[in-house]
């Protein structure tokens, strides 16, 4: 199956974007989750706080459906 | 004046009420890069060593910097800054909000208090109006309660900045408050307010600002304003802002529970984003040309309590209040959150305050006669409603709390002292850094006590090994003078970090507001000009080497974590001071912690390098010489 | 042509405020806006913008005629006519028309929508009336 992450900051330079300025294609499983798929591509979920998808916060436990499009968020840097 | 600049500074002699104005510095403002910079500068030159924070030599600084007001992305922030009552060094805390653009467009960059007034006093300043006026009707009122009073009584237009009773009677991590829920919160610029007699400022105007070049500068900030629209993060944070990065914390065991005894929180589905947004949200609030939007605007619903209104709880206050005193209802959270900004104390210092006291209370180091009665459990709502009163007005042992953990510690001592989490009387942010070295260097560095937004590390810590400390030290040198630069352009720090706007960009908008031709080396050079100003101002003042200053709570190294992802993980007592060491060589300075003759002369220091030679502080020349660039960026690795 | 105003995404930004004096007068300067922004705080802790909605009464009580009609149907002030006596200020039920110290003459939204680009939160959208359809003609 296929979907789409997107990212800015820093976690854009990890993602390596092939869609768009923010946006990469990926192949993967059904049933993996965020967590599992971010390992996959070789970004450590540590370095992602949660996703975001339609219009909603989930954590990366999340499995995602076919042609979905997340939102990778990094930790806030303080405030 | 065409460069960004309002034009007036005043200086307010609130002893004997003279107002004086004079043309705004430019000269001091170019070196000095404005905001931060320029309150360190003065308040080296102005204030005796010797002066006590509380008393008339200290002065108060409000500034506005070059580019806030000026059409920049969160161009809102203002500025505040004095000898620390908590750290006994420079002191300066930034807020958002609308006061600091209003105040430049009345016409103003930067008032500057000195001495003390005879009775309750606020400043009224419409446009070429500024009077001293009487304030002992608002004496006493909280400080969320005297902004409402001051609107219905002045107008709803003014941009207000008030203190409460905390900040009236001297507590020391008193904080500034505006619009309601923004605060200037760390280093206790509120007791020096109070100790002023300063209740509140309020501010009208409707100048203009006038800039170098604003067909260039609207065009890159309308192009920014599109971009920026369209990036990923833009909507989470539209919606949710800081507060749902406690879940992340508590995941990746840096948020602090229990008075940081451990960095796993059960209940924190109890207490996160979710349980915020779902339950409190009234509206989303924005600063000052901001359209990111982060602030929350909430209410409290506790049965048997009124309900309050307040602006969060931020991502800070939601750890430092909430999962720090273990607190299990976001309601209950925010209404901590409401009592502190309305009686006018620092969310941080007031949860790190409050978290060491009811570990005392666990720990049977104060009992229930100290606390009228009352006991001061983990969880509970009302022990700390009581308890915060107790230390807003000093009573009994109020009094002790009312300095900080640091000092309350060593008025109860029987070994606290371990567990006040603070560096430089100063308490920790929401992080634990025990799991996070670099986290840890970065509160114990800072120039103003344990506080984050001078460097935060933890994605570093996490790239590059959580258990080791290897190459922290350039990294934190590095972020202790990107982010303070922010504090010095007086513009929010959140467009870079979360939205990819790049320093280029930001140079490039203050060279079209400016007509300078400033580049981001010279800026950082700068921020590293007055990080070493400051440090050896605090020196003059403090006269012991740096280094007795700089050690974390002996907590840090001695308490492994007790529980959740990050049980048995701590850094070492040697890994401590190996950060230390290599901090100090990073930045030029000798083993002592003190600034050495070669990087004061290459930052143009001289002058402060002679006084501190004068008292024997000068740090000793390092064999192989300093580095020639001080701090490195960090360059992420594959994963 | 209308400026619809969905007053419950407004967050206080001032951005709107900020444009329109920089599209009108070159300047920044948000009190040289034909717009404003109420805040109610502390309770009910909301804001809400106020547009012109193109109503006619600041030419109904023009005393000099300053005030005309453009062919879009919009209300736009003669700067050389207007003798800034401020009584479609008064007039003006929204309380958008606005009078600076530097200006001789009121300061009133033209319609050039700027603001409503400008906003991020759609709290402030331009709003065309839809053509009629061809199925509703038949």
């Known amino acids: 199956m296929v979907i789409f992450l997107k990212a800015g900051s820093e976690l854009r330079d990890r993602l390596k974007p092939d869609i768009d300025f923010y946006t990469r294609r990926i192949e993967t499983e059904q049933g993996k989750t965020i967590k599992e798929i971010l390992a996959d591509i070789g970004i450590n979920p540590g370095l992602v706080a949660f996703i975001y998808t339609s219009g909603k916060v989930k954590g990366l436990h999340y499995i995602p459906s076919n042609g979905q499009t997340i939102t990778l968020q990094p930790p806030v840097s303080g405030g | 004046m065409n460069n960004g600049l309002a034009g007036t500074t005043l200086r307010i002699n609130l002893s004997t009420g003279e107002i004086h104005r004079f043309p705004t510095d430019e000269e001091l403002f170019r070196r000095w890069h404005g905001g931060r910079g320029v309150i360190a500068k003065i308040l080296y030159d102005e204030v005796p060593r010797n002066a006590d924070p509380l008393g008339p030599e200290n002065i108060f600084i409000v500034n506005v910097g070059i580019m806030s007001g000026c059409y920049i992305p969160a161009g809102s922030k203002t500025e505040f800054g004095s000898i620390s009552p908590l750290t006994n060094g420079h002191g300066d805390s930034n807020m958002g909000g609308h006061f ?87 280093t206790g610029q509120g007791a020096v307010m109070g100790s002023k007699k300063l209740k509140a400022i309020a501010v009208r105007g409707n100048r203009s600002i006038r800039v170098h070049d604003l067909e260039s500068l609207e065009k890159q900030v309308t192009g920014i304003i599109q971009r920026t629209k369209e990036h990923p993060n833009m909507e989470p944070w539209q919606k949710y802002g800081t507060s749902f990065f406690i879940r992340w914390s508590n995941d990746n065991a840096v948020l602090p529970a229990y008075n940081f005894q451990t960095t796993y929180y059960e209940d924190v589905g109890k207490i ?170 970065s509160y114990m560095t800072a120039d103003i006590g344990a506080h984050h937004n001078r460097s935060w590390t933890i994605t570093v810590d996490m790239a590059e090994g959580r258990e080791s400390v290897e190459g922290r030290a350039k990294i934190v040198v590095y972020l202790q003078h990107i982010r303070p630069l922010f504090d010095t352009w007086c513009i929010c720090r959140l467009f870079w970090g979360e939205l990819d706007i790049s320093p280029e960009e930001i140079v490039e908008s203050l060279n079209h507001i400016t007509g300078w031709e400033v580049t981001v080396d010279e800026s950082l050079r700068t921020s590293e000009m007055i990080w070493n100003l400051t440090r050896c101002h605090y020196l003059e003042r403090n006269r012991e080497n740096g280094r007795l200053f700089d050690y974390p709570p002996s907590r840090s190294w001695e308490d492994k974590i007790p529980s959740g992802p990050g049980k048995g993980k701590g850094v070492t007592l040697e890994q401590v001071e190996k950060m230390l060491d290599e901090y100090y060589e990073a930045r030029g300075w000798d083993k002592n912690g003190n600034p050495t003759r070669e990087v004061l002369t290459d930052l143009g220091l001289d002058f402060a390098g002679d006084n501190l030679e004068k008292i024997g502080l000068l740090g000793k020349p390092t064999p192989g010489g300093i580095p020639p660039v001080r701090g490195e960026k960090y360059k992420p690795k594959a994963f | 042509m209308r400026i619809k105003v969905n007053r419950d995404n407004c967050t206080g930004c001032r951005l709107c405020l900020q444009i329109c004096a920089i599209e009108h007068f070159f300047e920044i300067n948000p009190k040289k806006a034909a717009l404003r922004i109420e805040a109610k705080f502390p309770d009910p802790g909301k804001f809400r913008p106020f547009v012109c909605t193109q109503c006619g009464k600041c030419a109904e009580v023009c005393p000099e005629d300053a005030v005309y009609q453009n062919e879009a149907g919009g209300y736009i002030v003669d700067q050389e006519k207007c003798t800034n006596c401020g009584d479609c200020v008064v007039a003006c039920p929204v309380g958008v028309i606005c009078q600076h110290p530097d200006l001789g003459y009121v300061i009133k939204c033209d319609f050039c929508m700027e603001c409503t680009r400008i906003c991020n939160t759609k709290a402030l959208v331009e709003w065309k009336r839809k053509p009629v359809t061809a199925k509703k003609e038949a």
């Open chain 2, 272 to 441: 996160d984003g979710d349980q915020l947004i779902e339950q409190c949200l009234i509206t989303h609030k924005a600063c000052f040309g901001c359209w990111m939007n982060c602030g929350k605007y909430t209410k409290a619903v506790i049965e048997g309590k009124p309900v309050v209104h307040l602006e969060g709880p931020e991502y800070e206050t939601g750890a430092t209040c909430g999962s720090n005193l273990g607190m299990k209802d976001i309601n209950h959270v925010a209404y901590i959150n409401w009592m502190l900004d309305n009686l006018g104390m620092d969310s941080m210092s007031g949860g790190g305050v409050t978290a060491f006291a009811m570990e005392c209370f666990e720990k049977k180091f104060i009992t229930k006669e100290d606390l009228e009665g009352f006991t001061l459990k983990w969880g509970s709502v009302d022990d700390v409603e009581h308890f915060l009163d107790m230390v807003a007005h000093k009573r009994g042992i109020g009094e002790w709390f009312a300095g900080g953990s640091k000092r309350a510690a060593e008025k109860i001592g029987q070994g606290s002292e371990k567990f006040a989490m603070q560096v430089k009387g100063q308490e920790m942010s929401g992080y634990d850094g025990r799991w996070a070295p670099g986290m840890l260097l």
């Open chain 2, 100 to 186: 600091g653009p209003m105040l430049k467009f009345a016409g103003y960059d930067m008032i500057i208090f000195s001495g003390v007034s005879p009775k309750p006093i606020f400043l009224y300043v419409d446009n070429d109006a500024v009077e001293l006026r009487d304030a002992s009707q608002y004496w006493g009122f909280g400080s969320l309660d005297c902004e409402e009073q001051l609107k219905k009584d002045l107008g709803e237009d003014f941009e207000i900045v008030t203190i409460g009773p905390a900040g009236e009677n001297g507590v020391l991590f008193s904080c500034i408050t505006h619009d309601f829920g923004r605060q200037a919160g760390r």
